[in-house]
């Protein structure tokens, strides 16, 4: 990504990619932590057994291993935000952070927790490679094998052009697991025949997986404490709201939950919003849940603007493209507003500003954000059925405060309706309210 202030026109698009999260060293990145609301980074922290104040250390049992989902919608900037965190954790007296991006790497139309596991040990191997650290070569040698054999299973009933050669696991060593391991990963990635028996094949020799893999686990903490690298491990994976439908989200999270139970390890994992308002489903695994909202623009009791965090978001947006190319401030706080709180939307309708725009202009304008907005609007409302429009109803005569439901999960799962602080507080996406249909339909 190339990451270049916008002072001309021509430089808006390259500087407002909204699918590409930003790390803290950008000079995109903007910490908006701050106007977030009831999240509270202190309580993350505290979760992950660190103390509250740089540099942090950990303070609880090492033995303890955390599990803790971070609920946030699609677009609320989860990505960059653990991108910061990851890199300010990281120190001798805290955590070695392993961080897996689904997204990047795996098939998010066809996914399963096997695909992540391995996704797993391939990014801790690699960081084991990195750091130069040397593991028992009895466990890498029996995890080599081991993988060997249920590729070589899966081989038998595969078809013959998806099979995966097993020579390249021959000897102990660390960059022969790295291959072997990284060649089943992109397997599961991009030969979805392959990918079905291969996780049939490691679902049923689970327990021998994550017997291996716990062992693994533990030798590496052991070598990091003892080279002062750090004092655990952190598994961050983001990702999984971005997993294209609701039943193969839901099957990670819930069906598969004492599989990522069983893994003796601190993970922190993204969850999708919808299944947050499952929580008592997930009792079995006894998991920490934080939620990470989208910023508060509006107070809920005076319906005023909340100043502070519209300041905020400008800083956001002046980052990357220059204020000059604004016709004026009151044009940029109304783009904040519209995009309720969420830092994707905002960077969409400032994309969308600079298509619509007159090809003779030269700041972007009221006109074209009303052309932005109308085309947006009318595109995110496209396939609201009526059901939907009748609890967008509810939404708004009761000030959002509506109970959970299945249709609500889909309306939330697409950005219909937007939640804030607690998940108490539910909105219509603004964007949506520009747009004919829910013009006619909404009252």
């Known amino acids: 990504m190339v990451s270049k202030k916008a002072k001309t026109i021509d430089e808006i698009d390259a500087a407002v990619q909204y699918k590409v999260p930003v790390t803290p060293d950008n000079i995109f990145f903007t910490d908006l932590s701050k106007a977030r609301g009831s999240f509270k980074e202190s309580r993350l922290l505290k979760s992950l057994k660190l103390n509250a104040k ?102 038998r009933v595969a078809e013959h052009s998806a099979k995966i050669e097993t020579e390249i696991s021959a000897g102990a060593s660390l960059l022969s697991l790295i291959k072997i391991i990284g060649s089943l990963k992109n397997a599961f990635a991009y030969n979805t025949s392959y990918a079905e028996k291969a996780r049939v094949v490691f679902r049923d020799n689970f327990s021998d997986l994550k017997d291996k893999f716990n062992e693994f686990i533990g030798e590496t903490v052991l070598k990091i404490q003892s080279k002062k690298i750090a004092k655990d491990i952190l598994f961050i994976i983001d990702g999984i709201e971005k997993v294209q439908t609701a039943k193969l989200r839901e099957k990670i999270i819930k069906k598969d939950g004492l599989r990522i139970k069983a893994i003796k390890t601190n993970m922190l994992i993204t969850m999708p919003i919808e299944l947050h308002h499952q929580v008592s489903n997930l009792r079995a695994i006894e998991p920490e849940i934080i939620r990470f909202p989208f910023i508060k623009l509006m107070d809920k009791r005076t319906g005023e603007p909340i100043t502070e965090n519209i300041e905020i978001l400008k800083e956001y947006v002046y980052k990357r493209v220059d204020k000059s190319l604004f016709e004026n401030e009151d044009l940029v706080k109304d783009i904040i507003l519209t995009s309720g709180g969420s830092p994707r939307e905002l960077l969409r309708i400032i994309k969308t500003m600079g298509v619509e725009l007159d090809p003779e202009a030269t700041v972007l304008n009221r006109q074209a954000f009303n052309d932005a907005v109308k085309y947006l609007g009318n595109l995110y409302a496209t396939g609201i059925t009526q059901e939907e429009f009748d609890l967008i109803n509810k939404v708004v005569n009761s000030k959002g405060e509506i109970p959970f439901s299945k249709t609500l999960q889909g309306l939330l799962s697409r950005v219909i309706i937007m939640e804030y602080n607690d998940g108490t507080y539910k909105k219509v996406n603004p964007i949506i309210e520009a747009s004919a249909i829910y013009k006619k339909y909404v009252n």
């Open 54 to 155: 740089k540099p942090y250390r950990m303070v609880g049992d090492p033995e303890n291993k955390k599990l803790i989902f971070l609920a946030g919608m699609y677009g609320s900037g989860k990505t960059s935000e653990l991108k910061r965190i990851a890199q300010e954790i990281e120190n001798p007296e805290s955590y070695l952070c392993i961080t897996c991006s689904l997204d990047t790497d795996l098939d998010m139309n066809n996914i399963d927790f096997v695909d992540i596991l391995i996704f797993m040990a391939e990014g801790l191997l690699k960081r084991m490679e990195q750091k130069k650290i040397r593991i028992n070569t009895d466990i890498i040698d029996s995890l080599n094998s081991w993988f060997t054999e249920r590729i070589k299973e899966t081989n």
